[in-house]
């Protein structure tokens, strides 16, 4: 089962101090869990990435996906969301994910990545 998502946000913002930047804020409902605040983002470390909500008591994340199937599931199903809205994911760093079916299936397309213009900066 994929998780839904819902709420997405692009974020206008710049990259941060490590280099990686978060591309859209989302909701997710998955196995009877609501998590408010995920992020798409791109890592210089790790390519595509799909962050938890941040704890309200630090700048660590609340929650932490821990299984590889279901992480993926999330990356899978927030790529979709993102490109479904105009968001756009450079080849490269679908194929650095192990991706590369993103962009055989045209949801990847040769440019860098780019957010439609929106009237706010995200959350």
Known sequence: ??????GLTF???????DGSRVLCYFDAEHAGLR?????????????????????????RRGVSIIDDGLRSRFLDAACEAFRALGGV??????RATGRDGLAAAG??????????DTDGEGR
């Not at 605040?37 to 630090?58: D, F, K, M, T």
Request: hydrophobic letters at 40%; a positive charge; proline letters at 17%.
């Open 107 to 116: 949801r990847v397309v040769a440019a860098p990545v780019t957010m439609p």
């Open 35 to 59: 998590l408010h605040g995920c992020a798409l983002a791109v890592s210089p470390r790790n390519g595509l990435v799909v962050w938890g909500p941040r704890s309200e008591i630090g700048p």
């Open 11 to 17: 974020n206008q913002g710049t990259p941060r101090r």
């Open 89 to 94: 994911i450079p080849p490269d760093v679908a």
């Open 1 to 6: 089962m994929r998780p839904k998502i819902s």
